[in-house]
């Protein structure tokens, strides 16, 4: 049975317009009940199924009508027709731009002009923009459409536009908003790993908490503790780490606002003098020092936990630099340190050293130490990684010229099918 | 990090027995999850049927690796998790798995309408974050005596002959839709099972 696009178009639409639909999914088959109210389409409790094979003569169907309300033949795409039919209060025409971009996007995100038009009936007060979130919700049950730029800046602009429509509102509580994305976000990344546009999302967010309320703080927390649990089971998604060390440089901001300008510090300014520091209260830093204490602590038992993962590792060089910059900003040595509960049950000694130099130098060769009696692809990895996370914060700490040339020399034994280590030790030759 | 199922197969005669298995299959669509779950207990079942008893193997398919054990009371076991998830725990929780099974269920009870197994359930939640699994890790440990792990691909399994996409059309187990689903992403030369 043949069905034509018109039928099929105005069946889906029916069945969108009279259903909670919840998730859709595009099908390499038809529903295999022709008698079926839904035929050829496939609805089960609120997740409907669409045929692969009818996509092509819905678009075109949706295309058809939107093409030819939206855009003026003579002037080509013009603001002219739709401003006309809300002047004219011409519902019906409305309706039908509404729905035929909705179809449009589901099939196509890509389509520029159908996204543009409904951003058009927001503004006129034609379309509820958080109901615009819940659609773009849908749209993203499609795995591919969760790394569409299109639609993730759709959302984005769309909650800027609620934002502003808010901004004399009291009661209007920002956090409210960003609640509901987390979730959303955290499925995608599910549904489809590295989602670079529903990390940027993400950090986004992050990037708008005000750094005074304390609203914003526990939203913080929460999202900390949402992401500690990601990246204990996501030890090699690097997205996760980043969303994490933005978080915490922000949790960071809470306790002294300068910690930002760590971001697009180099290496060289840190092996300066020492800022003076500013008048901070010695709990305050506390809290800091002990925030980034425990995350390194944290990242040291994941290392040892699952060797040979190379993000862990420049996740504990972010975290050395970090820590390179509190000691630079002066709030380092205020901390007791024997007050500090130890990590875990202590029984490790190594988790709990304090982080500086020569401490560091210590976990990383027990690294390499603790499991040089096995032999399978991690603990090679691991032992390279080590290697070079030492060469690091040689350099982070201003090591003599020697020790870099001796730990370079190990790495291109290790890893001789890297031309960075290679350059480098032909560099220093090059230098005698 | 993630396991997506558990399963234990009797493999005393020819075809492997599915006795009992669960799945941890949310970070997959609605309409995928069926499917999903169809191959993955095919594709469990063929390496259960290809390990030979007292054999461990480790196989791995499209970021997917199976961990099989098979044991000569004539049951094995398979796993399927990411290859983020550490072999050793995988192997150890495998280990105690079947050490338990053997324990509960008597060989003349090896039938699937007989198997109720609830923990095994409880295995899959809990054993997600492997944090979880220290302990058991250490006792596996000291009662394993071989650690050999084969590690093996689905083609290398397959015997001279055989082919994956035939295997697949043929079985009665494979719905027709998620023999689609198989064609599609077979077609757009993505992973058997994500579409």
């Known amino acids: ?432 | 990090m993630k396991i997506y199922s558990i399963t234990v197969f009797s493999t005393e005669n020819e075809e492997a027995v599915n006795l009992t298995g669960e799945y941890e299959l949310s970070g997959f669509g609605f309409f995928q999850r069926g499917s999903v779950q169809e191959f993955m207990k095919f594709f469990s079942k063929t390496v259960a049927e290809r390990t030979r008893p007292g054999q461990r193997l480790s196989v791995e398919e499209n970021n997917y690796i199976f961990y099989s054990y098979a044991r000569t009371e004539g049951i094995a076991g398979v796993i399927i998790c990411d290859n983020e998830y550490p072999q050793r725990v995988a192997l150890s929780l495998l280990s105690k798995i079947l050490d338990e099974f053997l324990g509960k269920f008597a060989r003349n009870t090896w039938k699937p309408q007989t198997i109720s197994y609830p923990e095994l359930k409880n295995y899959l939640i809990k054993y997600q974050d492997p944090k979880e699994a220290d302990q058991i890790i250490k006792v596996q440990e000291q009662l394993d005596e071989t650690k050999q792990v084969m590690n093996k691909t689905i083609e290398s399994l397959l015997q001279r002959g055989e082919k994956l996409d035939d295997l697949i059309d043929r079985s009665q187990e494979i719905s027709f839709q998620s023999k689609a689903f198989y064609k599609q992403a077979r077609k757009t030369n993505s992973c058997c099972t994500i579409s």
């Open chain 1, 1 to 432: 049975m043949s069905m034509d696009a018109k039928t099929l178009y105005e069946l889906l639409n029916k069945i969108i317009d009279s259903h909670q639909i919840e998730e859709i999914c595009l099908l390499p088959y038809q529903n295999i009940l022709p008698k079926d109210q839904y035929y050829p389409f496939l609805l089960i409790g609120s997740n409907l199924g669409i045929p692969l094979e009818h996509l092509h003569k819905i678009f075109k169907q949706a295309h058809g009508i939107f093409m030819n309300l939206y855009v003026d033949r003579n002037q080509g795409c013009s603001n002219d027709k739709l401003l006309e039919y809300v002047n004219n209060d011409d519902k019906e025409a409305i309706e039908l731009i509404k729905q035929s971009t909705r179809c449009l996007l589901f099939l196509n995100p890509d389509f520029y002009t159908a996204t543009n038009a409904r951003k058009k009936l927001i503004l006129n007060n034609l379309l509820d923009p958080s109901e615009e979130l819940k659609f773009i919700n849908l749209i993203f049950t499609f795995p591919k459409h969760s790394k569409n730029s299109t639609i993730w800046h759709h959302r984005k602009w769309i909650i800027s536009n609620i934002i502003s429509r808010h901004q004399s509102d009291n009661k209007f509580v920002i956090m409210d908003l960003f609640q509901l994305e987390i979730p959303i976000i955290q499925r995608v990344v599910e549904l489809y790993p590295k989602n670079y546009y529903a990390w940027s999302h993400r950090h986004w967010i992050i990037s708008q908490l005000p750094i005074d309320s304390s609203h914003s703080l526990s939203f913080l927390d929460d999202e900390l503790l949402i992401m500690e649990k990601w990246v204990r089971t996501n030890v090699s998604d690097h997205s996760g780490f980043h969303h994490r060390q933005l978080c915490l440089i922000k949790k960071s901001q809470f306790y002294n606002s300068t910690i930002v300008n760590f971001l697009g510090i180099s290496r060289d300014n840190l092996l300066g003098q020492p800022l003076v520091s500013e008048n901070l209260s010695s709990t305050k830093t506390d809290q800091i020092v002990l925030l980034w204490f425990n995350e390194i602590r944290f990242t040291r038992d994941l290392i040892l936990r699952y060797p040979g993962h190379e993000t862990l590792w420049y996740h504990l060089r972010f975290l050395s630099a970090i820590w390179k910059w509190l000691s630079f900003l002066g709030h380092i040595h205020l901390i007791d340190s024997k007050n500090i509960e130890p990590y875990g049950d202590g029984e490790n000694i190594v988790l709990n050293l304090w982080p500086d130099f020569e401490n560091d130098l210590e976990f990383s060769r027990y690294c390499i130490l603790i499991n040089s009696d096995v032999d399978d692809e991690h603990v090679t990895l691991q032992k390279r990684c080590a290697i070079a996370y030492e060469l690091w914060i040689s350099e982070l700490h201003g090591a003599s010229k020697n020790n870099l040339d001796s730990l370079i020399s190990k790495l291109v034994e290790i890893a001789p099918e890297s031309n960075y280590y290679l350059c480098r030790k032909l560099s220093f030759r090059g230098r005698k």
